[in-house]
Nanobody, 122 residues
Framework: VQLQASGGGLVQPGGSLRLSCAVS????????MGWYRQAPGKQRELVAS???????NYADSVKDRFTISRDNAKNSVYLQIHSLKPDDTATYYC?????????????????WGQGTQVTVSS
């Protein structure tokens, strides 16, 4: 199972980006999916998460600017970012709680993507 994140880049303050993360491999189903970020010298922090039913949760610092969504048919999760600030500069990671079949039994496991860099600078 692999998570492939994409969509990062260099953006001016006030700009927008759309991050994507696609799950590939042999899976049974995907539960919660989320986006985290880690700035240099800081701990990784939750940005937003979304349940399999579409329920969402956001960090206070990104509410009203970030929108998380998912396409269950494409096994993908997205993060639409508006009004970017320099403080949003970080490596953004997606993750997913995925049920895989191991020895004919379902097993819930956490997988992470490789990260995509978002740099906000003029």
């Amino acid at each position: 199972v692999q998570l492939q994140a994409s969509g990062g880049g260099l953006v001016q303050p006030g700009g927008s980006l759309r991050l994507s993360c696609a799950v590939s491999g042999s899976i049974f189903s995907i539960n919660d999916m989320g986006w985290y970020r880690q700035a240099p010298g800081k701990q990784r922090e939750l940005v937003a998460s979304i349940t399999s039913g579409g329920g969402t949760n956001y960090a206070d610092s990104v509410k009203d600017r970030f929108t998380i969504s998912r396409d269950n048919a494409k096994n993908s999760v997205y993060l639409q970012i508006h009004s970017l600030k320099p403080d949003d500069t970080a490596t953004y990671y997606c993750n997913a709680h995925i049920i895989v079949v191991v020895d004919l039994k379902p097993s819930l496991r956490l997988y992470w993507g490789q990260g995509t860099q978002v740099t906000v600078s003029s």
